[in-house]
C-alpha cells in the first residue's frame, strides 16, 4: 500500500537553529514528492516539489529538501529556522501519471521558541 | 490572484443530518480533489473531480459523494453524518488536463464539528 511516514510529530527548536524533518515514503514506481506548510489559521501551502532532476531542492522561505531514492526519503531541510516557521509540515507523494491523489504522511509540529 | 475558495470556514451540525460543502477552484483549474484531515493527522484523499465525473476515490462509504459543475466548481456531500466526521475538509484544484507533474493548490478548509 502507499503510504508517508513523517518520523516527527512534535519538534520543538530555538531560534537560529537548524532543522531536519524525516519523511519516507512507500510507493510503487516514479513519484512526485512535496512538502507542505501549514501555518495556524492558514491553508496548506506547498513549500517545495520534486518531480524530476536534481534531487536537491530548494523551496521558498530558505528551505530544501533532498529526494535520496535508494532511501525512499524526501527530508525538509533548513539551516536556520525562524519563530515565523512555527507551523505544521506535511510530506506528500503522488503518481506522474495520477497527479489528483494525494498522500499524506501525519505531520510535523514544529515550535520555534523566540 | 483568485486562489481556491471554499464555503463556508465552521459549520456544526448534528448526528444524522446531511452536510454540503461548496469549493471553487483557482482560476485556470479543471480538477476538485477533496480531503478530510481529522484533528492531529495528515489529509486523507476522498475523491476526485474532473469534467464533472468521479475519476477516483479514496477509502471513503458512499455516504460521501460530490459534484462538479460546468464551471469546475464543487460540492462534496455527506449524508448520516456520523460523530467521527467531525475533521477539516479541504479542497485542493489543479490543472489535470495537463497530465503530467502538475501541483495542486488548497483552500482553507471547512471545519465541520458533529455533534
Known amino acids: 500500500a502507499q503510504s508517508v511516514s513523517q518520523h516527527n510529530h512534535h519538534v520543538i527548536l530555538s531560534e537560529a537553529a537548524s532543522l531536519e524533518l524525516g519523511c519516507n515514503y512507500s510507493?510503487?514506481?516514479?513519484?512526485?514528492l512535496f512538502w507542505y506548510v501549514q501555518y495556524p489559521g492558514q491553508h496548506l501551502q506547498l513549500l517545495l516539489k520534486?518531480?524530476?532532476?536534481?534531487?536537491l531542492v530548494k523551496g521558498i522561505k530558505g528551505f530544501e529538501a533532498e529526494f535520496i531514492k535508494s532511501k525512499f526519503s524526501f527530508n525538509l531541510r533548513k539551516p536556520s529556522v525562524q519563530w515565523s516557521d512555527t507551523a505544521e509540515y506535511f510530506c506528500?507523494?503522488?503518481?506522474?501519471?495520477?497527479?489528483?491523489?494525494?498522500?499524506f504522511g501525519q505531520g510535523t509540529t514544529l515550535q520555534v521558541k523566540p | 490572484d483568485a486562489g481556491v475558495t471554499q464555503s463556508p470556514t465552521h459549520l456544526i451540525k448534528t448526528r444524522g443530518q446531511q452536510v454540503t460543502l461548496r469549493c471553487s477552484p483557482k482560476?485556470?483549474?479543471?480538477?476538485v480533489s477533496w480531503y478530510q484531515q481529522a484533528l492531529g493527522q495528515g489529509p486523507q484523499f476522498i475523491f476526485q473531480?474532473?469534467?464533472?465525473?468521479?475519476?477516483q476515490r479514496g477509502n471513503f462509504p458512499d455516504r460521501f459523494s460530490g459534484h462538479q459543475f460546468p464551471n469546475y466548481s464543487s460540492e462534496l456531500n455527506v449524508n448520516a453524518l456520523l460523530l467521527g466526521d467531525s475533521a477539516l475538509y479541504l479542497c485542493?484544484?489543479?490543472?489535470?488536463?495537463?497530465?503530467?507533474?502538475?501541483?495542486?493548490?488548497f483552500g482553507q478548509g471547512t471545519r465541520l464539528t458533529v455533534v
Open positions: 506528500a507523494v503522488n503518481s506522474p501519471s495520477n497527479t489528483g491523489k494525494l498522500i
Open positions: 520534486y518531480f524530476s532532476g536534481d534531487p
Open positions: 482560476s485556470g483549474h479543471d480538477t
Open positions: 510507493y510503487g514506481g516514479t513519484v512526485n
Open positions: 485542493a484544484s489543479s490543472l489535470l488536463s495537463v497530465r503530467m507533474n502538475t501541483e495542486a493548490f
Open positions: 473531480y474532473y469534467e464533472e465525473e468521479e475519476r
